[in-house]
């Protein structure tokens, strides 16, 4: 069965303290791995995709890992503003439906 | 508009109240998803459409749950005789043919609570 799991649940940071988010998959066939944010009371916000093993993405504090098991979320020096809630999902169909994980709530304390 | 917008952003029903949840999804934007997310869950997939054709329906829970898009545009998610256990948020995304390509863009949710 394709599984996402997201570790951990809660991560509470001091701001500017630099961590990592986890997301191990178990699918038959990846597609695409992919990373969104979202705050209370709004859907997600797509932050990035990955394909393949080895591959990175960066955006502002942000970047993004895949291996052939897992993907990193890593944030370096956080602000408050980066607070939030970050899912992980998989895509292994050809129509484009992901797999969620429960997600890593960050709180981010100044 | 410039994003996907759902209505009513809030819904409370009595249990056994059929209720319809609304998607305007981004215009030109060809597939369109609904997905179910329970509180404390990451969000869990109902339906797929390609422009009106409902290519998937194998996450819906029950004959309960219907969908449509009969123009290609907005989409529509029914429920009949609303049960407790259908208290989630209920999210549209919409993308560009290729998921690939561009993600997802997701609505802000219509949160259902049924007492």
């Known amino acids: 069965e394709d599984q996402v799991t997201q570790s951990p649940e809660a991560l509470r940071l001091q701001e500017g303290e630099s961590s990592s988010l986890n997301c191990s998959y178990t699918?038959?066939?990846?597609?695409?791995l992919f990373w969104y944010r979202q705050d209370p009371g709004k859907g997600p916000e797509f932050l990035f995709t990955?394909?393949?093993a080895g591959e990175e993405k960066e955006k502002e504090r942000l970047k993004a890992t895949l291996t052939k098991k897992e993907s990193f979320l890593h944030i370096t020096a956080p602000k408050p503003e980066d607070s939030a809630t970050y899912l992980c999902a998989v895509q292994v169909g050809s129509q484009g439906n992901l797999i969620f994980g429960k997600g890593t709530k960050l709180s981010v304390k100044p | 508009g410039a994003g996907v917008s759902q209505s009513p952003r809030y819904k409370v029903a009595k249990r056994g109240q059929d209720v319809a949840l609304r998607c305007d999804p981004i215009s030109g934007h060809v597939s369109l998803f609904w997905y179910q997310q329970a509180l404390g869950q990451g969000p869990e997939f109902l339906t797929y459409?390609?422009?009106?054709?409902?290519?998937?329906k194998s996450g819906l829970p029950s004959d309960r749950f219907f969908a449509e898009r009969p123009e290609g545009s907005v989409s529509t998610l029914k429920i009949q005789r609303t049960q407790q256990e259908d208290s989630a948020v209920y999210l549209c995304?919409?993308?560009?043919?290729?998921?690939?390509?561009?993600?997802?863009?997701f609505g802000s949710g219509t949160r259902l609570t049924v007492v």
């Open positions: 990955l394909y393949s």
């Open positions: 995304a919409s993308s560009l043919s290729s998921v690939r390509s561009y993600g997802y863009t």
């Open positions: 459409f390609q422009n009106e054709a409902q290519l998937d």
């Open positions: 699918v038959s066939g990846l597609r695409g």
